[in-house]
């Protein structure tokens, strides 16, 4: 069973945008902080932002100013803005979220490719 179900990848040119959503499933229950990971070829996987709430987020440095992650409780859903894209953004990217406490999980989306090529 399909726990994050994520959409919104693709290719897309130097500078242009793209728009990541993923949506956890009813089956998971509440969600706690959920997020964005990355991994390029040959790279480990690495945080790219992660939202609590609107007055908790957390980006790498390499996208502040250019990505913004959002959430919509209601649809227990997480975004991902991502503007100016650069060829080095390139990578699998993987939703993440966490379940909060007393029964804290963590669950992985399948991934969606983003490649930034002209």
């Known amino acids: 069973q399909v726990q994050l179900v994520e959409s919104g990848g693709g290719l897309v040119q130097p500078g242009g945008s793209l728009r990541l959503s993923c949506a956890a499933a009813a089956s998971i229950g509440s969600v706690d902080t959920m997020g964005w990971y990355r991994q390029a070829p040959g790279r480990q996987r690495e945080l790219v932002a992660a939202i609590l709430d609107l007055d908790n987020t957390n980006y790498a440095d390499s996208v502040k100013g250019r990505f913004t992650i959002s959430r919509d409780n209601a649809k227990n859903t997480v975004y991902l803005q991502m503007n100016s894209l650069k060829p080095e953004d390139t990578a699998v990217y993987y939703c993440?979220?966490?379940?909060?406490?007393?029964?804290?999980?963590?669950?992985w989306g399948q991934g969606t490719q983003v490649t930034v090529s002209a």
């Open positions: 993440h979220v966490w379940t909060p406490w007393p029964r804290r999980r963590e669950y």
